[in-house]
């Protein structure tokens, strides 16, 4: 990550968070999902899955408010997962957020963020 990791300081973390989701009336109505959580595939950074608590999944918006801070710390694992996702397809370096029906595990529905685009732009 000798490339991408010039300007990353000792120290450093990623955070990664759910603030708010809104799934539709109908994705909920047809998955019968009565609690509803967030599991993060973040590219093997952690040892253990990442997911949100399981909140109740009434209609509109639901607020999470979770955080989750990676130490990004030279040849660390989080340091290690990025530098092989940087280095393959832009697409290598995409974390996954799946929406789970957190009784049956079934997902919901799915969306993702880039690094390797969000390195470029230089954007939170």
Known sequence: MAAH??????GAKLVLGVDELVLS????RSSGARQVSVRIDALK???????TPALASG?????????HSVDVSPNGRAW?????????REEDSDVYFTVRDAI???????AYVNLERMLKANAD
Do not use: H, K, N, Y
């Open 59 to 67: 209609s509109g918006s639901m607020r999470f408010g979770w955080q």
């Open 45 to 51: 950074m952690e040892e253990r899955t990442l997911e």
């Open 104 to 110: 049956s595990g079934a997902s919901l529905g799915e």
């Open 5 to 10: 990791g010039a300007g990353v300081t000792p």
């Open 80 to 88: 290690l997962a990025i530098s092989r996702a940087l280095e393959t």
């Open 25 to 28: 009336a109908d994705a909920l």
